[in-house]
């Protein structure tokens, strides 16, 4: 006869309580991933969890030296495409690329027994088959076995990616305008368009502005994060389609890889001297010296208004 707190049916109820979601759980090999199979589990694992699966709010818990990935329905958006896959693999193996910050809060948090909080922390994060930049309030939890070690970390986390990048784009375009309001000519304008722009290398790594000099002619303006460009851009086609003889001009970039696709910028007619067009390029390859960051995009189109 089993007591009910049974480790044996223990993870059975919790999982059977938990509606669609536990019958998600209920139907993983747990014995063929580092947890092993549901009955084996100790208890603070099981109550963690059952704790989770009663919340409505996003959590997830790490459990063990591997901090195999567990998380309840309203953490199931995080990671994207890779739910349900996601659950009960190690967490280095389902974000990679952010192992390295990540890591270390959990090691903060199981060496010290201390919890931790973190807000609208920066990740790039793999979610949806690309790199994307990402923003979560985390708070980060020990949670104890019962000899007083660290079994796992108990993250509660809220997604804030929207509200953090609508802030920085909404100070971006306030400044833009304040700046630029009543500047007496294009070249003015398009000097401190950049120069806003380019205090905001994560919504724009690199930019060129250009401001037509005469008809069939743009010659550069101002730029960001770019190399010194050509002293004229000649037009070989109306809409602008094909430029320098029908090769497009190449911007370089030199740094980390940055976290989204270029944006250039040309000059659309004398009076508004700027429009932004996003690249639909992929990601370039990389070139340069062994061990150098050097990134070259073939630029969007410039417009001939």
């Known amino acids: ?5 049974d480790p044996r049916t223990a993870a059975a109820r919790m999982f ?19 947890l092993g199979p549901p009955e084996s589990w100790p208890g603070p694992l099981v109550d963690t969890l059952r704790l989770m699966l009663t919340s409505e709010h996003g959590m997830a818990l790490y459990w063990g030296a591997e901090f195999v990935t567990l998380y309840n329905l309203g953490a199931a958006p995080i990671p994207g495409a890779k739910h349900p896959w996601a659950l009960g693999k190690p967490y280095k ?30 990740l790039i994060m793999e979610r949806h088959g690309f ?31 929207g509200r953090v990048l609508g802030e920085r784009r909404l100070r971006l375009l306030s400044e833009t305008g304040a700046r630029t309001a009543g500047l007496p000519t294009p070249g ?11 205090s905001y290398p994560e919504e724009i ?10 008809p069939g002619l743009l010659r550069p303006a101002a730029s960001a994060g770019l190399g010194p460009a050509p002293e ?10 094909k430029i320098g003889g029908g ?59």
């Open 1 to 5: 006869m089993t007591r009910p707190d």
């Open 16 to 34: 059977a309580e938990a509606d669609a979601f536990g019958e998600l759980l209920a139907g993983i090999d747990w014995a063929a991933t580092p």
């Open 93 to 122: 193996e389902v974000f990679p690329e952010v192992w390295a910050p990540v890591s270390s809060h959990f090691h903060y948090v199981t060496d010290t027994r201390k919890p931790l909080l973190i807000p609208d922390e920066p």
């Open 131 to 161: 790199l994307e930049q990402c923003y979560f309030d985390s708070s980060f939890q020990p949670v104890l076995l019962d000899d007083g070690t660290a079994g796992g970390v108990l993250q509660i986390l809220t997604e804030t990616t």
């Open 188 to 198: 003015e304008v398009a000097r401190v368009v950049a120069e806003v722009l380019g």
């Open 205 to 214: 790594p690199f930019l060129g502005l250009y401001l037509t000099a005469e």
């Open 232 to 241: 004229a851009v000649p037009l070989s086609a109306a809409d602008g389609s």
């Open 247 to 305: 090769r497009r001009h190449w911007p370089s970039w030199t740094g980390p890889r940055p976290p989204s696709s270029p944006t250039s910028a040309t000059s659309c007619a004398p009076r508004s001297p700027c429009s932004l067009a996003r690249s639909s390029r992929p990601w370039p390859t990389r070139s340069g010296p062994s061990g150098a960051n050097s990134w070259s995009w073939p630029s969007a189109a410039p417009c001939a208004c």
